[in-house]
């Protein structure tokens, strides 16, 4: 057994321990076990589901790839990268917070975000009390680009893997809705990797003047949701 301490750290350099940590935690923070209860929502795919909008692996493609580059993902990526630079900067995020809230386009769709952000807050203390300055509810997006601002993660790696957690939920939310198989549901997220990537390399040098959503019939979806008889669903 290795108890020479000065032998881990030469194996081990410090630098490489700042990045790994801020892996972990990013691991920590947007895997399915974190508790945000995000496995609960569907953003609307259960309605689009219902109505036959969406009905084999191809069609929901389309349409998570219409959210990724026309709709509320690409909004929740700009402000996330917004989010980020004022907290990282040692700036309040109240405002940005205040406007991610109000574009949330219908009931389900503000309790959805809110209530991810105010449970992800709620965790991160376990961490440390960095957390603290996100006052009342915030938006998912607004509450992870803070935090991970503020404990030292990276801007490109967080919205990359803040991107690929919300996607990856969505998939697995309409795997057991359509239904289609685990593997069709793998084989998306494949596909997607190189989307993903693209359009946080995109968001990192956006502003909130690009914030802007033409994918009308997600938010239609998400408010017709709100009055299905029948769902599995809170969104």
Do not use: C
Not at 122 to 150: C, F, M, N
């Amino acid at each position: 057994m290795i108890t020479d301490m000065s032998i881990i750290t030469t194996i081990t350099p410090m630098t490489d321990l700042g990045s790994n940590t801020a892996l972990l935690r990013l691991m920590t923070w947007l895997s399915p076990a974190f508790p945000v209860g995000a496995f609960s929502y569907s953003h609307g795919i259960e309605r689009a589901v219902h109505d036959g909008l969406i009905h084999d692996k191809a069609s929901l493609q389309e349409w998570l790839e219409d959210l990724l580059n026309h709709g509320s993902m690409w909004n929740d990526a700009v402000l996330f990268a917004a989010s980020w630079r004022e907290a990282n900067a040692g700036a309040d995020v109240k405002d940005i917070a205040m406007l991610g809230e109000a574009m949330a386009g219908s009931k389900e769709r503000h309790m959805e975000t809110m209530l991810q952000g105010s449970a992800f807050v709620q965790a991160i203390k376990h961490w440390s009390a960095r957390g603290v300055g996100l006052e009342g509810d915030t938006p998912y997006p607004v509450a992870v680009a803070a935090i991970a601002a503020k404990n030292g993660v990276a801007l490109a790696p967080a919205l990359a893997a803040y991107l690929h957690a919300v996607l990856s939920n969505l998939i697995q939310g309409a795997v057991r809705l359509v239904p289609l198989g685990q593997s069709h549901g793998v084989a998306l997220m494949a596909m997607m990797e190189k989307q993903i990537l693209m359009l946080a390399a995109r968001a990192v040098y956006s502003s909130l003047d690009d914030l802007g959503s033409a994918a009308i019939m997600s938010d239609i979806m998400a408010m017709q949701h709100e009055t299905q008889y029948s769902r599995v669903f809170r969104s």
